[in-house]
């Protein structure tokens, strides 16, 4: 299975080289993204490096909830510098809140091409997506580590809540499910990985072009790579808000608060297990 590939052009759009890329991504819920050239990526990795330094000052990171903040998670050996929007420019050094503004661009535009696929009137994307693709909505920029030294089994399989998340993963790990089979996302040199979530699921769920949201899992590592880094953000709806599902004449088809359908989701999962 061939993963598409997508850039961002000039005119901030999305672009495939086919229609028929573009058809695999939106069924899929995966693509690869190239690496925009204005993208602080190297400026992103280093930064996710040197947290690794037991003696960071990033450490030390107030943990705000179960979500955001310094987060040591000892059970599966995950370590993660994880933080909302609203508070990248206090913490993160000044390129690296820049490089998760730059990723809210990217996110924005891969959003806005979803919307145009989508066929649902543009006045009310703004609305459908709780505000995201107009630069509000919340965004999580974190910087996760994972110690393969002992086993583990990764992450199990699920889906995202949100609207999409971008991926740079350096290490292999990655699988998507097809057909009720695991197949490997591997490393593309260049690029990042983009996913679909629940959230755009729903709000595209009645319009001429639904996405999916990809089921995935993170294999375990084997211990000749000791430590897995990998930087993620995700670009979801805000919380306290609202997902409406619009039909191409601009018809309120449906609608949820987040809350409701993070709930139902996390119910899924635990079903699931
Ligand atoms: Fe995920």
Not at 5 to 30: C, N, P, R, Y
Not at 41 to 55: N, P, T, V
Not at 155 to 167: E, K, Q, S, W
């Amino acid at each position: 299975m061939i993963i598409p590939t997508a850039h961002i052009a000039d005119s901030q759009q999305l672009m495939f080289k086919t229609s028929k890329d573009q058809d695999l991504a939106w069924e899929l819920g995966v693509f690869y993204l190239k690496v925009p050239y204005w993208l602080d990526l190297e400026e992103a990795r280093r930064f996710g490096y040197e947290i690794l330094d037991s003696e960071s000052p990033y450490r030390d990171v107030y943990q705000y909830s179960e979500l955001e903040g310094y987060i040591s998670l000892e059970n599966n050996q995950q370590t993660k510098l994880a933080l909302r929007r609203h508070r990248w420019e206090e913490h993160y050094p000044l390129e690296v809140a820049r490089f998760g503004r730059q990723l809210d661009d990217i996110g924005r535009a891969v959003i806005r091409e979803v919307f145009r696929q989508s066929g649902i009137p543009e006045q009310l994307w703004t609305d459908a997506s709780g505000g995201y693709s107009s630069g509000h909505g919340t965004a999580f920029l974190n910087f996760v580590h994972y110690d393969t030294s002992q086993s583990d089994l990764g992450l199990r399989p699920h889906t995202d809540y949100g609207f999409l998340t971008i991926l740079d993963a350096t290490e292999p790990g990655l699988q998507i499910q097809l057909n009720g089979q695991f197949s490997d996302v591997p490393v593309l040199d260049g690029h990042l990985v983009i996913n679909f979530g629940e959230a755009l699921h729903f709000i595209t769920q009645h319009s001429n072009r639904p996405v999916a949201a990809i089921v995935h899992r993170v294999t375990s590592q084997a211990a000749d790579h000791p430590v897995r880094h990998g930087i993620v953000y995700f670009a979801n709806p805000e919380l306290e808000g609202m997902l409406k599902q619009f039909d191409v004449l601009g018809r309120e088809v449906g609608s949820s608060s987040v809350g409701a359908l993070f709930a139902f989701l996390e119910q899924k999962l635990t079903n699931y297990e």
